[in-house]
């Protein structure tokens, strides 16, 4: 096994938003934010080699959306989906499986484009399985009013009429791989999936939008989007004591400076250990 880093490109969120009850003051030390109190925000996606597959853990928010929409988002540096797979050795059609933590636009965006002429919508992996679990289509396809703007359709249906959508049995399924066990979470958003990779004897816990960035690791600092935010405090409290436990490496798909943590028990609660590359930790 062998795990690649994918950057797709940042994006910019309201602070506030992004932070909840917390306010600005303390978490401007931690996620500073432009004068329009817009924090930037990474989406960093993984990459596995295991044997005969090659996994790809979300994908960012694509390309094919109008410029009204990356006007609200403020897309920005030099990274893309197509780059970095290049950069890895590999492009989209060596993908053979799409694995979505959900179906929100940043995490599931590049799985579809326009095909040349603009005229139909198409799947970006064409020779991947796409996997989501039914509990979170459904969620997904019947969007509540608080998670609409966040369902966008054109991303979602055209992977089922594709044909390559195949949902996942549960969390103690081996669909992904032996070495790839899953955790639900049901606070930002119902049946996200957090994939747990054993690789080198370690776990590397991708941690979607459980955990968006370090400045998120003390328990009240959940982000407004979470539809139950009280939940995503418990099941945060669970995994965290766990992680710092456990010594897990957790990789973050939005933290813009820290690409991976590890955390520690301390008076306060898990806070924060120390801060890494996922290439570093390994010597690779």
């Not at 966040?150 to 249906?157: D, G, T, V, W, Y």
């Not at 939008?209 to 945060?236: C, F, N, Q, W």
Request: overall charge negative; some cysteine.
């Amino acid at each position: 096994m062998k795990l690649h880093v994918i950057n797709t490109g940042n994006f910019k969120l309201d602070g506030g938003a992004m932070f909840g009850v917390v306010p600005k003051s303390i978490w401007y030390k931690t996620n500073p934010s432009d004068e329009n109190n817009m924090c930037n925000w990474a989406m960093r996606c993984l990459l596995i080699e295991d044997n005969n597959r090659l996994i790809l853990i979300d994908n960012g928010m694509g390309s094919k959306q109008d410029a009204k929409f990356f006007g609200h988002y403020y897309l920005n540096g030099n990274d893309s989906l197509e780059h970095s797979l290049k950069k890895a050795g590999f492009g989209v059609d060596d993908i053979t499986d799409m694995f979505l933590t959900h179906l929100h636009f940043d995490h599931c965006g590049g799985s579809i484009k326009y095909n040349a002429d603009r005229t139909k919508l198409e799947t970006v992996f064409k020779n991947a399985t796409y996997w989501s679990n039914s509990e979170h289509w459904e969620w997904a396809v019947k969007p509540n009013a608080r998670e609409k703007a966040s369902f966008i359709k054109e991303n979602i249906l055209p992977i089922q009429e594709s044909g390559q959508l195949k949902f996942i049995d549960g969390e103690s399924s081996t669909q992904i791989g032996q070495n790839i066990m899953l955790k639900y979470m049901r606070g930002h958003t119902d049946a996200m999936m957090l994939p747990h990779i054993n690789y080198k004897g370690k776990t590397v816990v991708f941690m979607a939008d459980l955990l968006p960035s370090t400045g998120h690791i003390p328990l009240p600092y959940v982000m407004g989007y979470d539809t139950r935010p009280l939940l995503t405090i418990a099941e945060k409290e669970v995994f965290m004591n766990s992680a710092a436990d456990n010594e897990y490496i957790l990789f973050f798909e939005h933290d813009s400076v820290n690409e991976c943590c590890t955390v520690k028990h301390t008076e306060k609660g898990v806070r924060l250990k120390d801060t890494f590359k996922l290439k570093e930790f390994f010597g690779e």
